[in-house]
């Protein structure tokens, strides 16, 4: 794997649409990595390639129904597809860190 990546979320505490969900790239020799939702399905549009600027660059989704969440990202510097899924409940928070 040529970059690193880390993801939060967290869930609000009233149930309602509120969710949020970061990508954070961190420094690395790939230029850009692609996000594929795979569900929910209303995310499939969110879907792309998200370029590594310098810095760290975030990839942020925010008004998150509480759900189950799945996606992958494909890092074309070693033809490496990295599959990641979470559930975002009332009250979530998490972090899945990748290097």
């Given at each position: 794997m040529a970059f690193s990546y880390v993801v939060t979320y967290t869930g609000d505490c009233s149930g309602t649409s509120s969710g949020v969900f970061n990508l954070e790239l961190g420094i690395g020799p790939t230029t850009s990595v692609q996000i594929t939702?795979?569900?929910?399905?209303?995310?499939?549009?969110?879907?792309?390639?998200?370029?590594?600027?310098?810095?760290?660059?975030?990839?942020?989704?925010?008004n998150l129904n509480p759900e189950f969440y799945s996606f992958t990202l494909f890092d074309p510097s070693d033809g490496q597809q990295y599959a990641q899924q979470f559930t975002l409940t009332t009250g979530t928070t998490g972090t899945i860190i990748t290097v």
């Open positions: 939702w795979l569900s929910p399905q209303y995310l499939i549009p969110e879907s792309r390639f998200i370029t590594y600027a310098g810095k760290p660059t975030t990839y942020r989704l925010e």
